[in-house]
């Protein structure tokens, strides 16, 4: 896909909001090849986001964050791509992701006193991750980076200490998922994700709770 060019992959991006298209239609209707259709669409397919049948493809959830963020990669604006998708998506995109991986998860999830809401609260035994999408168009670093890992740890000490029914005995993971990778892998401890690697970092995360911050009860 490294030759595609943003055009390109903006041209496609449309018709990920539908269930089933036609690679046929999309030629038709973008003046694409077929085959350059079938090649931006390739590592969806592989990654069974998408499946595709001859000339159908069926979409699944999660493809549009993916080739949004490839888009992005390849010299799209942000402003370009938020024409095309809600970021709405995005938060879609990592709520049925840990659900995949056998979470059980909230999406939007809010305390009233204090006031605090937490893009997706993902539950799994032992642990919750406390997620915070961050849909900025520019590399998350700096005191942007620390302002908002600060907020995240804050949120999740809130939620241990007032739901103590849902949350128990659990221990929280407070994440930041980014749109674009960020100068720091870890801040604090806390896991700085972004959204391409979300899908790997879920798979992981249970064997690693070591390596990342983790707030109990007791601590708060």
């Not at 595609?4 to 089933?20: A, Q, V």
């Not at 809600?86 to 992701?97: A, C, K, P, R």
């Not at 809401?117 to 520019?138: M, P, Y």
Request: include cysteine; charged fraction near 25%; aromatic fraction near 10%.
């Amino acid at each position: 896909m490294a030759y595609l060019n943003s055009n390109t992959l903006l041209k496609i991006l449309p018709y990920l909001r539908g269930r089933t298209f036609s690679i046929q239609k999309v030629a038709d209707s973008t003046g694409l090849p077929g085959e350059t259709v079938i090649e931006v669409l390739s590592p969806l397919i592989e990654q069974n986001y998408l499946e595709i049948d001859e000339d159908k493809v069926f979409v699944k959830k999660n493809s549009i964050p993916i080739l949004s963020i490839q888009a992005l990669k390849a010299g799209a604006s942000f402003n370009e791509i938020l024409k095309l998708v809600g970021w709405q998506d995005f938060e879609d995109f990592v709520h049925n992701l840990v659900l995949e991986y056998g979470f059980t998860s909230f999406k939007n999830y809010r305390v009233k006193e204090p006031r605090v809401e937490i893009d997706v609260l993902a539950l799994k035994g032992s642990f919750g991750l406390v997620i915070d999408c961050k849909q900025w168009h520019k590399v998350l670093g700096g005191s942007d980076l620390d302002r908002v890992v600060a907020k995240q740890i804050s949120r999740a000490k809130v939620l241990l200490a007032i739901d103590k029914n849902l949350l128990k005995d659990k221990v929280l993971v407070p994440v930041i998922v980014t749109l674009l990778p960020s100068s720091e892998r870890y801040y604090y401890g806390v896991p700085i994700v972004p959204c391409e690697m979300f899908k790997s970092f879920v798979g992981e995360i249970d064997g690693r709770l070591s390596e990342v911050l983790t707030i109990s009860r007791e601590s708060v």
